[in-house]
């Protein structure tokens, strides 16, 4: 049983630029979150997918960041005009119910 | 106030030693806890799920004060590759079953042979 997928695992974008980082979350599981992690800091909470729907994105950044999760293919996170304050790993996790299990990540590095 | 507080440390402590880590969190609407460890900033991983009845998997123990507010993990006959920054994890659930986790800035352990 395949973990969680997560690709690019690493991304270089100009300022400006649009990042999109996709996540399959493992199989028999319809809940995705997307979390990033600044240099330094912890790990914060982004959003909160099932399939088609945006559960929870109260820690979503009000512009430029958007989320799906459609019923074919894998979750995507977009960010578009990326700034170099957006340099962070973002991790995706899946549940089936209350344990999360995560992806390796994907790193992006504004430049 | 963070929502998830842990002692950063590091913890540096000899093989075979027993460690213990303490948290505490400030939403009395949290409804799962969990240990995670990480290791060199990469993915989480899940080490325990945390009980009020306490659980314990080998050498981990976990227990929950829903009382007070606070969660602990001990590691028996520590490794060195218990080396690591174990994450100490708060579940808050929304409208449906599941919900998003807050994480706790992390204890390092760094294990000496």
């Known amino acids: 049983n395949a973990g969680v997928m997560q690709n690019p695992r690493h991304l270089v974008r100009r300022r400006g630029q649009e990042a999109r980082l996709r996540c399959s979350p493992m199989?028999?599981?319809?809940?995705v979150y997307w979390y990033r992690q600044l240099p330094e800091e912890g790990l914060k909470f982004m959003v909160y997918?099932?399939?088609?729907?945006?559960?929870?994105e109260s820690g979503m950044p009000k512009e430029r960041f958007s989320a799906e999760f459609p019923k074919e293919g894998p979750s995507i996170l977009r960010i578009q005009q990326v700034v170099r304050g957006d340099s962070a790993a973002y991790f995706c996790?899946?549940?089936?119910?209350?344990?999360?299990?995560f992806g390796p990540g994907t790193r992006l590095t504004v430049t | 106030r963070k929502e998830v507080e842990q002692d950063p440390g590091p913890f540096n402590v000899p093989e075979g030693a027993t460690v213990a880590f303490n948290c505490t969190y400030s939403?009395?609407?949290?409804?799962?806890f969990f240990w995670y460890r990480q290791d060199c900033r990469k993915e989480p991983k899940l080490l325990m799920s945390?009980?009020?009845s306490g659980n314990e998997d080998g050498r981990f123990t976990a227990q929950l004060n829903r009382a007070s507010q606070y969660i602990s993990l001990l590691i028996r006959d520590s490794k060195l590759s218990d080396s690591a920054t174990y994450l100490c994890?708060?579940?808050?659930?929304?409208?449906?079953?599941?919900?998003?986790?807050?994480f706790g800035q992390g204890t390092t352990l760094q294990v000496k042979p």
């Open positions: 996790a899946s549940s089936r119910w209350t344990e999360q299990y």
């Open positions: 199989k028999g599981h319809s809940h």
């Open positions: 997918l099932q399939k088609e729907n945006i559960i929870d």
């Open positions: 939403n009395s609407a949290s409804q799962s």
């Open positions: 945390v009980y009020s």
């Open positions: 994890v708060v579940g808050v659930r929304g409208s449906s079953n599941t919900g998003k986790l807050i």
